[in-house]
């Protein structure tokens, strides 16, 4: 049984961006549409090659591709993974949380 993913998709680019490499299955690919985490790291571009790797970065799409992506999560019932629900008065502890960096999944606030 081969370990790994076929497909990793980023809208981070942060520092363990890289590791991503490690995570791919052979021939997999890995797609990235923001950098929200920073400036791009840098790569070592011959685990790419050995591993057969594509990488692709790319804008948010259209109106178009963004409808068939929501008709898609909707028709396959995909839900986010959310680490921590916090109430709007605890941003503070909200951004400790995010730059910890020992969430995972989604950090959530409660404006209700």
Known sequence: MVKGFDLIVDSACGK???KFVDLATPGGRIVYFG???GPSP???MRNFY???LSLLGTKMGSPRD???MIDFVSREKIVPSIDTVYDFT????AIKSLHGGGHFGKIVFNID
């Open 16 to 18: 363990d961006f890289p």
């Open 35 to 37: 950098l929200t985490a």
């Open 42 to 44: 840098a790569l070592d």
């Open 50 to 52: 050995r591993k057969q």
């Open 66 to 68: 963004f409808k068939a």
């Open 90 to 93: 605890e941003i503070n502890a």
